[in-house]
Protein backbone atom coordinates (compact mmCIF):
# COMPACT_ATOMS: atom_id res chain seq x y z
CA UNK A 1 0.00 0.00 0.00
CA UNK A 2 1.36 3.28 -1.12
CA UNK A 3 -0.27 6.57 0.08
CA UNK A 4 0.20 10.02 -1.17
CA UNK A 5 -0.63 12.78 1.12
CA UNK A 6 -0.97 16.22 -0.81
CA UNK A 7 -0.82 18.87 2.00
CA UNK A 8 1.24 21.79 2.49
CA UNK A 9 2.69 20.49 5.74
CA UNK A 10 3.85 17.26 4.56
CA UNK A 11 6.70 17.00 7.72
CA UNK A 12 3.45 16.87 9.84
CA UNK A 13 2.35 14.13 8.08
CA UNK A 14 5.25 11.99 7.87
CA UNK A 15 6.71 12.85 11.73
CA UNK A 16 3.33 11.73 12.53
CA UNK A 17 3.51 8.33 11.02
CA UNK A 18 6.93 7.62 11.81
CA UNK A 19 6.68 5.92 14.80
CA UNK A 20 5.66 2.43 16.80
CA UNK A 21 3.88 0.31 14.46
CA UNK A 22 3.08 2.11 11.02
CA UNK A 23 6.78 3.39 11.46
CA UNK A 24 7.91 -0.39 11.73
CA UNK A 25 5.93 -0.87 8.47
CA UNK A 26 7.21 1.87 6.69
CA UNK A 27 10.92 0.47 7.31
CA UNK A 28 9.93 -3.13 6.30
CA UNK A 29 8.75 -1.88 3.10
CA UNK A 30 4.86 -3.30 3.59
CA UNK A 31 3.51 0.52 3.35
CA UNK A 32 4.87 3.64 1.90
CA UNK A 33 3.86 7.39 2.97
CA UNK A 34 4.90 9.81 0.60
CA UNK A 35 4.29 13.81 1.23
CA UNK A 36 3.75 15.81 -1.59
CA UNK A 37 4.04 19.58 -1.09
CA UNK A 38 1.42 21.63 -2.93
CA UNK A 39 3.21 24.56 -2.56
CA UNK A 40 6.22 23.32 -4.96
CA UNK A 41 3.52 23.37 -7.75
CA UNK A 42 2.88 27.00 -7.15
CA UNK A 43 3.73 29.21 -10.13
CA UNK A 44 4.12 32.21 -7.96
CA UNK A 45 7.35 33.47 -7.20
CA UNK A 46 6.61 33.83 -3.58
CA UNK A 47 4.97 30.13 -3.79
CA UNK A 48 1.17 31.46 -2.51
CA UNK A 49 -1.21 28.72 -3.18
CA UNK A 50 -4.18 30.40 -1.33
CA UNK A 51 -6.24 34.06 -2.67
CA UNK A 52 -9.56 35.57 -1.11
CA UNK A 53 -12.71 34.13 -2.21
CA UNK A 54 -14.67 35.00 -4.73
CA UNK A 55 -17.92 36.89 -3.30
CA UNK A 56 -15.88 38.02 -0.31
CA UNK A 57 -15.78 36.66 2.97
CA UNK A 58 -13.63 35.39 5.38
CA UNK A 59 -9.96 33.39 4.85
CA UNK A 60 -8.38 32.49 2.26
CA UNK A 61 -9.06 29.67 -0.31
CA UNK A 62 -6.32 27.29 -2.16
CA UNK A 63 -5.79 27.66 -5.78
CA UNK A 64 -7.04 24.58 -8.12
CA UNK A 65 -3.77 25.04 -10.29
CA UNK A 66 -1.61 24.01 -7.94
CA UNK A 67 -4.17 20.98 -6.37
CA UNK A 68 -4.74 19.71 -9.61
CA UNK A 69 -0.84 20.33 -11.08
CA UNK A 70 0.47 18.00 -8.03
CA UNK A 71 -2.06 15.13 -8.21
CA UNK A 72 -1.36 15.47 -12.39
CA UNK A 73 2.47 15.42 -11.76
CA UNK A 74 2.19 11.63 -9.15
CA UNK A 75 -0.41 10.24 -11.90
CA UNK A 76 2.11 10.40 -14.64
CA UNK A 77 4.83 9.15 -12.23
CA UNK A 78 2.41 6.47 -10.91
CA UNK A 79 1.26 5.32 -14.73
CA UNK A 80 -2.04 5.36 -12.95
CA UNK A 81 -4.97 7.69 -11.79
CA UNK A 82 -5.74 6.30 -7.65
CA UNK A 83 -8.16 7.43 -6.08
CA UNK A 84 -8.42 10.71 -4.28
CA UNK A 85 -9.46 11.07 -0.71
CA UNK A 86 -10.75 14.31 0.37
CA UNK A 87 -10.69 15.06 3.77
CA UNK A 88 -13.74 17.05 4.85
CA UNK A 89 -15.92 17.40 7.65
CA UNK A 90 -18.88 17.83 4.67
CA UNK A 91 -18.07 14.07 3.74
CA UNK A 92 -19.07 10.80 4.54
CA UNK A 93 -17.86 10.01 8.16
CA UNK A 94 -15.43 7.31 8.05
CA UNK A 95 -15.61 3.92 9.82
CA UNK A 96 -13.90 0.10 10.15
CA UNK A 97 -15.85 -0.84 7.19
CA UNK A 98 -14.56 1.95 4.66
CA UNK A 99 -10.76 1.49 6.11
CA UNK A 100 -11.57 -2.22 4.94
CA UNK A 101 -12.31 -1.70 1.64
CA UNK A 102 -9.99 0.95 1.17
CA UNK A 103 -7.35 -1.19 2.75
CA UNK A 104 -7.79 -3.14 -0.79
CA UNK A 105 -6.50 -0.45 -2.90
CA UNK A 106 -2.51 -0.24 -4.07
CA UNK A 107 -2.00 3.35 -3.94
CA UNK A 108 -4.37 6.46 -2.05
CA UNK A 109 -4.49 10.01 -2.32
CA UNK A 110 -5.25 11.96 0.57
CA UNK A 111 -5.87 15.45 -0.16
CA UNK A 112 -5.93 18.12 2.65
CA UNK A 113 -7.33 21.29 2.58
CA UNK A 114 -6.91 24.43 4.70
CA UNK A 115 -7.99 27.82 5.18
CA UNK A 116 -11.14 28.09 4.17
CA UNK A 117 -10.99 24.50 1.73
CA UNK A 118 -10.14 24.55 -1.62
CA UNK A 119 -11.29 25.66 -4.53
CA UNK A 120 -14.52 23.73 -5.62
CA UNK A 121 -13.37 23.20 -9.35
CA UNK A 122 -10.46 21.13 -8.04
CA UNK A 123 -12.55 19.16 -5.78
CA UNK A 124 -15.11 18.50 -9.15
CA UNK A 125 -12.07 17.61 -11.54
CA UNK A 126 -9.66 15.10 -9.05
CA UNK A 127 -11.93 13.94 -5.76
CA UNK A 128 -13.41 10.30 -5.71
CA UNK A 129 -14.25 10.57 -2.20
CA UNK A 130 -15.18 12.66 0.68
CA UNK A 131 -14.24 11.62 4.03
CA UNK A 132 -14.83 13.31 7.16
CA UNK A 133 -13.39 11.42 10.83
CA UNK A 134 -16.66 13.23 12.75
CA UNK A 135 -18.72 15.80 13.56
CA UNK A 136 -15.94 18.53 14.85
CA UNK A 137 -14.28 20.73 12.65
CA UNK A 138 -10.27 20.89 12.43
CA UNK A 139 -7.94 23.25 11.14
CA UNK A 140 -6.86 21.39 8.33
CA UNK A 141 -7.21 17.54 7.06
CA UNK A 142 -3.92 16.38 8.06
CA UNK A 143 -5.12 14.96 11.43
CA UNK A 144 -8.05 13.63 9.59
CA UNK A 145 -5.41 11.48 6.70
CA UNK A 146 -3.25 10.68 9.77
CA UNK A 147 -6.13 8.72 11.60
CA UNK A 148 -7.21 6.93 8.11
CA UNK A 149 -4.11 5.89 7.47
CA UNK A 150 -3.42 4.33 10.72
CA UNK A 151 -6.47 2.64 10.56
CA UNK A 152 -6.52 1.74 7.12
CA UNK A 153 -2.65 -0.02 7.53
CA UNK A 154 -3.20 -2.23 10.27
CA UNK A 155 -5.84 -3.80 8.06
CA UNK A 156 -2.77 -4.07 5.22
CA UNK A 157 -1.28 -7.57 5.89
CA UNK A 158 1.91 -7.96 7.43
CA UNK A 159 1.42 -4.75 8.98
CA UNK A 160 0.24 -6.01 12.35
CA UNK A 161 2.95 -8.98 13.64
CA UNK A 162 -0.08 -11.08 15.04
CA UNK A 163 -2.16 -10.73 12.50
CA UNK A 164 -4.94 -12.05 14.42
CA UNK A 165 -5.01 -9.20 16.68
CA UNK A 166 -6.55 -7.39 13.89
CA UNK A 167 -9.46 -9.61 13.62
CA UNK A 168 -10.19 -9.58 17.38
CA UNK A 169 -10.68 -6.25 18.26
CA UNK A 170 -13.08 -3.56 18.78
CA UNK A 171 -15.75 -3.36 16.22
CA UNK A 172 -14.88 -7.01 14.30
CA UNK A 173 -17.93 -8.22 14.20
CA UNK A 174 -19.67 -5.03 15.70
CA UNK A 175 -18.80 -5.94 19.65
CA UNK A 176 -16.28 -4.17 21.25
CA UNK A 177 -13.40 -5.64 22.85
CA UNK A 178 -13.35 -7.61 26.20
CA UNK A 179 -11.54 -6.30 29.16
CA UNK A 180 -7.39 -7.50 29.28
CA UNK A 181 -5.51 -8.12 32.25
CA UNK A 182 -1.94 -8.75 32.72
CA UNK A 183 0.23 -8.67 36.21
CA UNK A 184 0.10 -7.94 38.41
CA UNK A 185 -2.46 -10.09 39.21
CA UNK A 186 -3.89 -7.88 42.88
CA UNK A 187 -3.96 -3.71 42.01
CA UNK A 188 -4.91 -1.84 44.24
CA UNK A 189 -7.56 -4.37 45.48
CA UNK A 190 -8.79 -4.82 42.47
CA UNK A 191 -8.15 -8.80 41.26
CA UNK A 192 -8.05 -10.37 37.96
CA UNK A 193 -10.73 -12.15 37.27
CA UNK A 194 -10.47 -15.70 38.18
CA UNK A 195 -11.89 -17.48 35.47
CA UNK A 196 -8.47 -15.60 33.34
CA UNK A 197 -6.12 -17.71 36.06
CA UNK A 198 -7.31 -20.72 35.34
CA UNK A 199 -6.26 -21.74 31.92
CA UNK A 200 -9.43 -23.34 30.93
CA UNK A 201 -9.43 -22.20 27.89
CA UNK A 202 -13.11 -22.85 26.71
CA UNK A 203 -14.47 -21.20 30.18
CA UNK A 204 -12.17 -18.00 28.82
CA UNK A 205 -13.28 -17.90 25.34
CA UNK A 206 -16.93 -18.11 26.73
CA UNK A 207 -16.68 -15.02 29.21
CA UNK A 208 -14.50 -12.67 26.93
CA UNK A 209 -17.34 -13.26 24.38
CA UNK A 210 -19.98 -12.61 27.08
CA UNK A 211 -18.20 -9.58 28.16
CA UNK A 212 -17.89 -7.83 24.46
CA UNK A 213 -21.63 -8.57 24.53
CA UNK A 214 -22.47 -6.87 27.86
CA UNK A 215 -19.56 -4.31 27.02
CA UNK A 216 -21.49 -3.62 23.61
CA UNK A 217 -24.59 -3.33 25.40
CA UNK A 218 -23.58 -0.67 27.88
CA UNK A 219 -21.22 1.50 25.99
CA UNK A 220 -22.23 0.99 22.16
CA UNK A 221 -25.62 -0.27 22.58
CA UNK A 222 -26.33 0.78 18.58
CA UNK A 223 -23.49 -1.27 17.58
CA UNK A 224 -26.00 -4.98 18.87
CA UNK A 225 -28.02 -4.38 16.03
CA UNK A 226 -25.66 -5.17 13.02
CA UNK A 227 -23.46 -8.19 15.38
CA UNK A 228 -23.69 -11.52 14.02
CA UNK A 229 -24.63 -13.15 17.38
CA UNK A 230 -25.11 -16.54 17.62
CA UNK A 231 -28.39 -19.14 19.51
CA UNK A 232 -25.83 -18.88 22.45
CA UNK A 233 -25.02 -15.23 22.26
CA UNK A 234 -28.46 -14.26 21.95
CA UNK A 235 -29.69 -15.88 25.04
CA UNK A 236 -26.80 -14.22 27.28
CA UNK A 237 -28.13 -10.85 25.85
CA UNK A 238 -31.46 -11.65 27.08
CA UNK A 239 -30.69 -12.16 30.00
CA UNK A 240 -28.41 -8.91 30.08
CA UNK A 241 -31.59 -7.06 29.15
CA UNK A 242 -34.07 -8.62 31.66
CA UNK A 243 -31.83 -7.90 34.39
CA UNK A 244 -31.65 -4.30 33.28
CA UNK A 245 -34.73 -3.89 33.11
CA UNK A 246 -35.69 -5.67 36.47
CA UNK A 247 -33.14 -3.28 37.95
CA UNK A 248 -34.66 -0.50 36.18
CA UNK A 249 -37.65 -1.57 38.08
CA UNK A 250 -36.60 -2.10 41.37
CA UNK A 251 -35.31 1.55 41.00
CA UNK A 252 -38.90 2.77 39.71
CA UNK A 253 -40.60 0.71 42.22
CA UNK A 254 -42.22 -1.20 39.57
CA UNK A 255 -44.04 -4.86 40.07
CA UNK A 256 -43.13 -6.68 36.95
CA UNK A 257 -45.65 -10.00 36.57
N1 LIG B 1 -11.16 18.88 8.04
C1 LIG B 1 -11.60 19.67 9.02
N2 LIG B 1 -12.38 19.01 9.87
C2 LIG B 1 -12.42 17.72 9.41
C3 LIG B 1 -13.09 16.53 9.85
N3 LIG B 1 -13.85 16.52 10.94
N4 LIG B 1 -12.92 15.43 9.13
C4 LIG B 1 -12.16 15.44 8.02
N5 LIG B 1 -11.54 16.51 7.55
C5 LIG B 1 -11.66 17.65 8.24
Given at each position: MNYHILTLFPDMVLEGLNTSIIGRAVQKGIIGIHGINI??????KHRQVDDYPYGGGAGMVMQPGPVCDAYQDLCRKLGKRPRVLYMTPQGKVFSQKIARELAQEEDLVFLCGH?????ERALSLIVTDYLSIGDYVLTGGELPAMVMIDCISRLV????????SAQI?????NLLEYPQYTRPETYEGLKVPEVLLSGHHKNIETWRRQESIKRTLER???LLEHASLSKKDREFLRELTEISQERACVQENIVIE
Open positions: RDYSKNYEGIDPGVLSNEEESFYDRPD
